[in-house]
Nanobody, 117 residues
């Protein structure tokens, strides 16, 4: 059974940090590009960060560059998102995504991040 399970969300004050994790199972993790998306209330889901299957390349949305860092551990079948200097506009449900080619894609259930004082 293919599963992506996010964890690490919660309430944090502006300027704080959180580390999201996505544990995966049921597929060959090292063959998949892994991404984090987010969806804020009333907005469309947007790509936050992506990392290639070998972990050699990363890319980020302009809004999080220099603050968020994506990493993966192919031995543990997990991908992480380190979020620093959090802002209220980072408040959203964050989703883990696994993709292999144009037709194979799996989503997690999401974890809520709330940035508020």
């Amino acid at each position: 059974q293919v599963q992506l399970v996010e964890s690490g969300g919660g309430l944090v004050q502006p300027g704080g940090s959180l580390r999201l994790s996505c544990a995966t199972s049921g597929f060959t993790f090292s063959n998949y590009v892994m991404s984090w998306y987010r969806q804020a209330p009333g907005k469309e889901r947007e790509l936050v960060a992506v990392i290639t299957s070998a972990g050699t390349l990363t890319n980020y949305a302009d809004s999080v560059k220099g603050r968020f860092f994506i990493s993966r551990d192919n031995a543990k079948n997990a991908v992480n998102l380190q979020m620093n200097s959090l802002k209220p506009e980072d408040t959203a449900v964050y989703y883990c995504n696994a993709r292999r080619g144009p037709n194979v894609e799996v989503w997690g259930q999401g974890t809520l991040v709330t940035v508020s004082s």
